[in-house]
């Protein structure tokens, strides 16, 4: 089998299919991987996170009238414009009705087809199939993951990763074909029409062009002027489409953008914990924002060392560059720089651990090169090189890894059983946001249990700090809920 993909065999939509059909053993792999993790998600339920907003009564997802389908095209669906994600719901509806099962299965479907994207797409940038298949694999099954693959309302995630992944593919090569820069642009189209994530993507396509590929600077900003000018069109979309403040964690909300930053740096250093060794998740996370200088000022020390040593390598190796601002073009869009009902969340994480993990797993190949060569020469002088060494340490070290996070994964999948599964797990996590004791009560409620909903909103009143917007949510649905008798 061929190590590597060839460039010149990748430019029309079936070519992609070629180029799976080509690695289809380590794809079936894959696809056995996602199967196995996840597949036990069909027998959930919808959450009451989302959900019922995106689906459950949601009436644009329920009808082909042409009216409806225009709706579909233009209106904004929880403070998002996504027509895409709301037309793949509209599919899902037609098919599976109110079966929640099938919701999870188009979404299981939409992150395998993830996976096969990113073995494809780091595959072809490394011309190393062995890295390629490990970044996947670990993108597959990581912890952070099960938030935006199992919850419902996360499609929108799922179906404009598919596209960033497939515009990519076509995009960062050194030579592209008119029929590339198409199919590229057709997909980056889909990108945007599924999630505002997607904006990002000229800018990492112009850091391909410019440092890996060597096309002149001006050149390299006019092939993204034309995509930059969608994506600044999409972006206004978006922005005006944050009309609510619902939801979420909001304290942020009054914070100048130097404070957001100097958070932000602290947040960012908690995403790389996250990936490398990830801990107790949660469906939300109130990081601190006050009384954390020392954790800014180590943090800002420690990326800008960071960014300091990856422009010196990126010399030598610029993909290497190349993945380190990936990552961080990736974290942009939600890191608050425009403001969002969260400061942090796993689904954030969904494809920037494609180029962390792609780091990662490079620089262990590396390591083991060097280890390699210096047992030869010191240890085993006159030896030939061993072809066995460096796949069998570097298997041992991707299945340690593939092992831990599946055990995490499988733990943390069941919390999203259902809606009243959710909540009481997450109170536990994070008993001080307001708004999970409100979606905890939210839940005893819709099972008919409105005495023990109220208690907890009682409680929420006395034993957190909620602001305007949530007191008077707790109250209106106490004196609801009271007098239900």
């Not at 995106?54 to 225009?70: A, C, D, G, R, T």
């Not at 999630?195 to 390299?220: G, M, N, T």
């Not at 619902?246 to 995403?271: A, N, P, Q």
């Not at 070290?397 to 959710?422: A, C, H, K, N, P």
């Amino acid at each position: 089998m061929s190590n590597q993909i060839q460039p010149d065999q990748r430019g029309l939509p079936w070519q992609l299919l070629q180029a799976i059909k080509t690695e289809w053993r380590a794809c079936c792999l894959l696809v056995l991987l996602v199967l196995i993790s996840f597949g036990m998600a069909i027998n959930f339920d919808f959450v009451n996170w989302d959900d019922p907003w995106y689906v459950i009564h949601n009436p644009l997802v329920k009808s082909w009238h042409p009216e409806n389908l225009q709706k579909v095209a233009t209106q904004v669906v929880t403070r998002n414009y996504a027509p895409l994600t709301v037309f793949s719901f509209l599919l899902d509806h037609s098919v599976y009705g109110l079966w929640a099962g099938g919701y999870h299965l188009t979404n299981i479907l939409l992150h395998l087809v993830n996976v096969v994207l990113v073995f494809l797409l780091i595959t072809s940038l490394t011309k190393n199939r062995m890295l390629g298949w490990a970044t996947a694999a670990v993108f597959a099954i990581h912890p952070v993951q099960v938030e935006t693959v199992v919850w419902i309302s996360s499609r929108k995630g799922l179906l404009s990763g598919a596209f960033i992944l497939a515009s990519l593919w076509y995009w960062l090569r050194k030579d592209r074909t008119l029929e590339q820069n198409t199919c590229g642009f057709l997909c980056f189209i889909g990108a945007l029409l599924s999630k505002a994530l997607a904006v990002v993507v000229p800018a990492i396509v112009f850091c391909y062009d410019y440092w890996v590929a060597k096309v002149p600077f001006r050149e390299a900003v006019r092939k993204q002027v034309f995509p930059g000018c969608c994506a600044l069109l999409l972006l206004v979309i978006t922005m005006l489409a944050q009309t609510s403040e619902l939801g979420g964690v909001r304290d942020h909300f009054g914070m100048s953008k130097l404070e957001l930053i100097s958070v932000d740096t602290v947040i960012m250093s908690k995403y790389v914990q996250m990936l490398l060794w990830p801990g107790t998740r949660s469906v939300l996370y109130d990081p601190p924002t006050s009384g954390i200088a020392w954790n800014v000022a180590i943090s800002a020390v420690c990326w800008l060392l960071a960014a300091v040593l990856f422009v010196r390598m990126g010399k030598r190796q610029p993909l290497i560059l190349f993945a380190g601002a990936t990552f961080i073009l990736l974290l942009i869009p939600v890191l608050n720089l425009f403001p969002i009902t969260t400061l942090m969340n796993d689904r954030y994480l969904y494809l920037p651990s494609i180029p962390f993990f792609a780091l990662i797993f490079a620089g262990a190949m590396q390591l083991l090169e060097r280890l390699r060569d210096r047992i030869l020469v010191h240890v085993l002088p006159g030896k030939s090189r061993s072809g066995y060494f460096l796949p069998a340490v570097f298997g041992v070290l991707v299945l340690s890894m593939l092992t831990r996070f599946s055990w995490q994964t499988e733990r943390y999948l069941t919390i999203w059983r259902d809606g009243l599964t959710l909540w009481q797990y997450t109170s536990t996590q994070v008993p001080e946001i307001p708004v999970v004791q409100i979606q905890l009560a939210n839940s005893y409620h819709s099972q008919g249990d409105s005495e023990r909903a109220v208690n907890i909103l009682r409680h929420a009143l006395q034993q957190t700090k909620p602001d305007e917007l949530d007191r008077e949510r707790m109250q209106q649905k106490i004196r609801e809920w009271s007098s239900v008798k």
